[in-house]
């Protein structure tokens, strides 16, 4: 019996098991990679004005994912959000979530608002604050 196990086996054994170790360390690269990439889970805190509700995802105390501004009657109407120095609005539009993705630092709490506009007036301001 050889001592050589890859003689005993065959070249093309040794090259599928080549193959199948280089394969598997992508994997695992390729899963580390995407475990880095996703953020950790979000909190996610609401409040509602008279015609607003606001909305927003945050991690921690400074980094905003998203806000989303829904009128409370389901008529539309150009709503805005901000927090930072982050402005948003989408206008003709009863609901919108906006994308922020932003570390904002304001201590000790931070404002993510949401606004609303009809006919060119001012309706509603109304703000989560973050602890």
């Known amino acids: 019996m050889p001592h050589n196990l890859s003689a005993a086996v065959g070249p093309a054994a040794t090259t599928w098991r080549r193959l199948t170790t280089v394969g598997a360390a992508l994997t ?27 909305a927003t995802a945050f991690q921690g105390r400074d980094y905003v994912q998203d806000i989303t501004v829904t009128t409370r009657d389901g008529l539309p109407g150009t709503l805005r ?3 930072g120095d982050y402005r948003g609005s989408k206008a003709n539009v009863s609901q919108w979530r906006f994308v922020v993705n932003r570390e904002i630092r304001a201590y000790p709490r931070l404002a993510v608002c949401g606004g609303l506009d009809r006919g060119g007036r001012f309706i509603e301001n109304h703000c989560v604050m973050i602890p």
């Open 28 to 54: 695992a690269a390729g899963t580390l990679l995407v475990a880095a990439a996703t953020p950790a889970s979000a909190e996610v805190k609401s409040t509602c004005g008279t015609y607003i509700c606001v």
């Open 81 to 83: 959000a901000f927090v």
